[in-house]
């Protein structure tokens, strides 16, 4: 890894491992996202590229079901344009565990973008996300420690593994050397949303709001550890506990 390209470079995952890379003085990166402008339909090949994390596209469930046409041209048509402009590079892409319980057209692009990923590029690493959390994320937990009230949706019986972005991105730095193959970047934990709502609720002092559940959510979702050499370090609770 000497020359990297992040897609989604200014997202949640994206510009946390875009930091990690700098830190550590890692490889010569650089960056594409809609957010500063630029985007893979557009995009000016960058020479000598020699490895890609694509972290970029449409992520929600719920946009996905109203607007599956554009959930498609980002997740899908994306993909394709990414390996039709660095046919030479290996990709690691940021899959998703929806891609293996299809209930929504996310999971279906994830899944489809995958496929076509497999069949069409040089070298990849396909690495299943389950629910990543930390700095920037808009995901529950952090949605409720900085919200006023917690609104828990499906009355808070679905169950969900979470790992920290900054597990997440050493994951990715460690997927450069595995085989061609697809992980599941999981912490073998099944968390019941309730659990952490009550949590977060105890140390915040937030009141707590229990609704309907979302359309084309699953109900439980246990994420294994499938890769060969990482293990993720850090616990909901310390997280939860470190936040002010």
């Given at each position: 890894m000497k020359k990297v390209l992040i897609t989604g470079s200014a997202g949640f995952i994206g510009g946390h491992l875009m930091s990690y890379i700098l830190e550590n003085n890692l490889a010569e990166v650089y960056g594409i996202d809609v957010l500063e402008g630029t985007n893979i339909f557009t995009h000016e090949p960058i020479p000598d590229i020699d490895t890609i994390f694509h972290l970029a596209g449409q992520t929600s469930v719920g946009a996905s079901i109203e607007n599956p046409f554009f959930d498609a041209t980002m997740n899908i048509m994306g993909t394709i344009q990414l390996l039709k402009l660095y046919p030479e590079a290996k990709i690691i892409f940021a899959g998703s565990v929806a891609s293996k319980d299809i209930k929504s057209p996310y999971g279906?692009?994830?899944?489809?973008?995958?496929?076509?990923?497999?069949?069409?590029?040089?070298?990849?690493?396909?690495?299943?996300?389950?629910?990543?959390?930390?700095?920037?994320?808009?995901?529950?937990?952090?949605?409720?420690?900085?919200?006023?009230?917690?609104?828990?949706?499906?009355?808070?019986?679905?169950?969900?593994?979470?790992?920290?972005?900054?597990?997440?991105?050493?994951?990715?730095?460690?997927?450069?050397?595995?085989?061609?193959?697809?992980?599941?970047?999981g912490s073998d934990i099944e968390t019941p949303i309730k659990d952490i709502a009550e949590a977060i609720?105890?140390?915040?002092?937030?009141?707590?709001?229990?609704?309907?559940?979302?359309?084309?959510?699953?109900?439980?979702?246990?994420?294994?550890?499938?890769?060969?050499?990482?293990?993720?370090?850090?616990?909901?609770?310390?997280?939860i506990n470190e936040k002010k």
């Open positions: 279906l692009s994830k899944k489809t973008a995958g496929d076509y990923i497999k069949l069409l590029a040089k070298d990849w690493t396909i690495c299943n996300f389950p629910n990543v959390y930390g700095k920037g994320s808009k995901g529950v937990i952090d949605t409720w420690l900085n919200a006023k009230e917690i609104v828990v949706n499906g009355w808070g019986v679905q169950t969900r593994t979470f790992v920290n972005v900054l597990d997440i991105c050493k994951a990715l730095i460690k997927a450069v050397d595995w085989d061609k193959a697809e992980y599941d970047l609720s105890k140390k915040t002092g937030k009141p707590l709001n229990y609704v309907n559940e979302k359309k084309g959510e699953i109900l439980n979702s246990l994420v294994f550890n499938t890769t060969p050499n990482w293990i993720p370090e850090i616990k909901i609770e310390e997280y």
